[in-house]
């Protein structure tokens, strides 16, 4: 049985930092595509941040850029974003998703490429 979770995820200040970890089980992750989204209350659920398989092409979501990188640990079979400088718009539920396959660049945050899915962490940035 595939599993995904997701852990983090908690309150933290405004200029703050976060660290989120997807576990995999029931798949090898190094040879999955991975992606993060997040879904703030109220509105749509929206992507993040990608990593791919083999050649690791990375992409970031417009409003993270230059504040999260994500990266992954073959041997512990996890991929992991790094969350700097939070702001309070960051606050939201935090979700991985894996893909058996690489996605470009104009397909990587369209969820209905990705396989499994997480179940998500909380992110709440706030004074």
């Known amino acids: 049985q595939v599993q995904l979770v997701e852990s983090g995820g908690g309150l933290v200040q405004p200029g703050g930092s976060l660290r989120l970890s997807c576990a995999a089980s029931?798949?090898?992750?190094?040879?999955?595509?991975v992606g993060w989204f997040r879904q703030a209350p109220g509105k749509e659920r929206e992507g993040v941040s990608y990593?791919?398989?083999?050649?690791?092409?990375?992409y970031y979501g417009e409003s993270v850029k230059g504040r999260f990188t994500i990266s992954r640990d073959n041997a512990k079979n996890t991929v992991s974003l790094q969350m700097n400088s939070l702001k309070p718009e960051d606050t939201a539920v935090y979700y991985c998703?894996?893909?058996?396959?690489?996605?470009?660049?104009?397909?990587?945050?369209?969820?209905?490429?990705?396989?499994?899915w997480g179940q998500g962490t909380q992110v709440t940035v706030s004074s």
């Open positions: 998703a894996a893909v058996f396959k690489s996605l470009s660049y104009s397909d990587w945050h369209v969820q209905g490429w990705y396989d499994f």
């Open positions: 029931g798949l090898t992750l190094g040879h999955f595509a």
């Open positions: 990593i791919s398989s083999g050649d690791e092409r990375l």
